[in-house]
């Protein structure tokens, strides 16, 4: 706290300012207490905040913290709502509109 | 929504390990149902094209330099992006990002033979019982 409420702001204050928001960000998406939404929002936010960093660097965060997951999980909520179908073939159930996740993988697997 | 997908976008390119990600975590099926779903989910037209462009280019970063994704992607959508980059009402420059994905495509594409179910990359016979593997066009009623 104290960081952050120095008026004599340096360079090294405003780089321990972005590793704390980071951080936050990287636990949001980590956290299993947090809505989908919300580890969605963070995932983005994690992209923009680390931007300046290069894209390599962006790509090890979002790796590391599982923030791709975050993402598709976000888009299935928005796109799809509460729709939820259970596959006639082995049924699992998804929010996905016409093939099932789990067959078409299986079916991915034998055949590559 | 749009957002995340340029996220996701931005988070796969050139990346090998986040776009196995994305295959193994349903990523490519999501997306196909948004590029052939995104009109009728959408009230807004203009955010339904924005959407399915969003996909599409989720989609060619994901597939760019990765076979096994180009793979997956021939086997679960190849009929559906065919349909809609010769459908009229596609945005045109969704039907562009249509046909680059398409061209990745390409050299992954195979004929299955219709006796044994072998698949080759090309040739008129099965190299396994030799039935002939020509394309079976539509016949006149």
Redesign the interface.
Known sequence: MKILGDLNDTAEHEAKREKIKLDALIDTIKSDEVSTTQRGAAAEMLLEESVTDGLGSMQSKIVDCGGIGALIDMVKVRFFGNVVICCAFCFSRSVMANVCSIAAESETAQRW | ?V???W??R??????D??MR??Q????L??L???I??AAS?CDDQSVARE?QEAALACALAALMGHP?NC??ML??GIDQLIDLAGAEDTPEHNRQLIFDILQLLGPYSYVECSNCGKRQPKGRFCVQCGFETGVELARSP
């Open positions: 929504m957002k995340a997908l996220a996701m931005t988070s796969v390119i050139g990346n390990s986040l990600e994305l193994t975590q349903g990523g099926l999501l196909l149902d948004i052939g779903h989910l959407a096994h793979r997956v086997s679960l």
